[in-house]
């Protein structure tokens, strides 16, 4: 079992960053594929970002390519996103979550552990 807590969410403006913490506990986050998802009031829960068990790759939607970076120590079983450039059409709750596998799929089903979430608000 994978435990995971997300934080650093808030109320931002428009062109501002924040920078996104999920802890991990339960296991070693070293065998696990790392996520982040994010859902929209009245939206399903889309992909955001992916990141391989070793950090060697990552993948990320269209509309974030650019500005957020998705990292990940595993000494430190934490996993990042750094939003820059946020805009009002990135706020949404967003979720951490962990795959046994290796890769970055940015299917829901691909993930066996999800975080409870963090509400991130970009105002205009």
């Known amino acids: 079992q994978v435990y995971l807590v997300e934080s650093g969410g808030g109320l931002v403006q428009a062109g501002e960053s924040l920078r996104l913490s999920c802890a991990a506990s339960?296991?070693?986050?070293?065998?696990?594929?790392m996520c982040w998802f994010r859902q929209a009031p009245g939206k399903e829960r889309e992909f955001v970002a992916a990141?391989?068990?070793?950090?060697?790759?990552?993948y990320y939607a269209d509309s974030m390519k650019g500005r957020f970076t998705i990292s990940r120590e595993n000494a430190k079983n934490t996993v990042y996103l750094q939003m820059n450039s946020l805009k009002p059409e990135d706020t949404a709750v967003y979720y951490c979550?962990?795959?046994?596998?290796?890769?970055?799929?940015?299917?829901?089903?691909?993930?066996?552990?999800w975080g409870q979430g963090t509400q991130v608000t970009v105002s205009s």
């Open positions: 979550a962990a795959g046994r596998y290796d890769g970055g799929s940015g299917s829901r089903d691909s993930y066996d552990y």
């Open positions: 339960g296991r070693t986050i070293s065998f696990y594929t």
């Open positions: 990141i391989s068990r070793s950090g060697d790759n990552t």
